[in-house]
């Protein structure tokens, strides 16, 4: 079977355009979401899966069933992320005092673990030479760039996630020949994530997630494989850890 790129958080804004812009370009995508798509905008070079929750069991499963099928994946991105989620009065903490196990617990489990899960059971599905994961993080996740503070939950989390996938890049590069692993800054993009934040970037600076998905695919197909793993920005330069 063709090598597949599988695409993890289809509903998402960044994600859906991601998943369009690969199909556009010709090739076979595996789009997951936990959401159930009803009539996917794609066609049928996409091939749609939903999983209703991001648990361990249904990750574990999901990539068992592409083995099984003998599926190879070259990419797999994943976009998936939580910032704040009125359902679950999730807000992002403006001072110490916000800061709680709750909301911690939700951006960790959303931000870092759920990441983490795809890195250990996706190793066993992707091409064994240079394959490519992607991981939607963000520049707050930076250590070294935070002058600013707040948010302690969404940054914390995205640094967890980055240190994980720096980790996961020493092994993979063990078991894998040329791994890219990318943990990537798209910038703010107009989705509903940064939706309740937009008021104060100035209109040259918040991206469509058209232009989202064109950037990281081009950053991506530049990036140099004998470093197993890079934090990157939209603009193709580094972030500092
Ligand atoms: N938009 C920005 O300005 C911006 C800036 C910096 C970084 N990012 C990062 O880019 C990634 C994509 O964000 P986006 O802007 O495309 O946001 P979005 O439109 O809200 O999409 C995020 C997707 O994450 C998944 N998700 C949300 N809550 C979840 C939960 N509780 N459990 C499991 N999955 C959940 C959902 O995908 P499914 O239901 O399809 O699985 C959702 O569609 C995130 O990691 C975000 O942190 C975005």
């Given at each position: ?8 958080g ?5 994600g859906?355009?991601?998943?369009s812009a690969l199909?556009?370009a010709?090739?076979h995508?595996?789009a ?11 066609g049928?070079?996409?091939?749609v899966h939903?999983?209703a ?15 099984a ?7 797999a991105i994943v976009a ?11 807000h992002?903490?403006?001072r ?6 709750e909301a ?26 240079q ?7 963000a520049?707050?996740?930076s250590?070294?760039?935070?002058q ?8 914390a989390?995205?640094a ?5 996938l720096?980790t ?8 894998l ?10 910038g703010t993009v107009?989705?509903a ?7 104060n ?9 058209e232009?989202t ?11 140099d494989?004998?470093q197993?793993?890079?934090?990157i920005?939209w603009?193709?330069?580094?972030v500092?850890?």
């Amino acid at each position: 079977m063709k090598n597949s790129l599988l695409v993890v958080g289809a509903s998402g804004g960044i994600g859906g355009a991601l998943v369009s812009a690969l199909s556009q370009a010709g090739e076979h995508v595996i789009a997951v979401s936990r959401q159930t798509i009803d009539s996917p905008p794609w066609g049928s070079s996409v091939e749609v899966h939903t999983l209703a929750e991001y648990s361990e069991a249904q990750i574990s499963s999901f990539v068992n069933t592409l083995n099984a099928r003998g599926v190879t994946i070259k990419m797999a991105i994943v976009a998936t992320g939580v910032l704040h989620d009125e359902s679950n009065n999730l807000h992002p903490e403006k001072r110490l005092e916000d800061v709680s196990h709750e909301a911690l617990g939700q951006y960790f489990t959303v931000n870092s673990i759920i990441p983490a899960l795809w890195l250990k059971y996706l190793v066993n599905v992707l091409a064994k030479e240079q394959p490519s994961v992607v991981a939607l993080s963000a520049r707050v996740g930076s250590i070294a760039d935070n002058q600013l503070g707040g948010w302690y939950g969404y940054r914390a989390s995205k640094a967890a996630l980055n240190m994980l996938l720096k980790t996961a890049s020493v092994e993979y590069a063990r078991r894998l020949k040329q791994p890219l692993l990318v943990s990537y800054h798209p910038g703010t993009v107009d989705t509903a994530l940064s939706q309740p934040f937009q008021r104060n970037v100035k209109a040259n600076k918040l991206f469509t997630a058209e232009f989202t998905a064109r950037q990281l695919l081009l950053h991506l197909s530049r990036l140099d494989r004998t470093q197993p793993c890079h934090f990157i920005a939209w603009d193709g330069t580094p972030v500092p850890w």
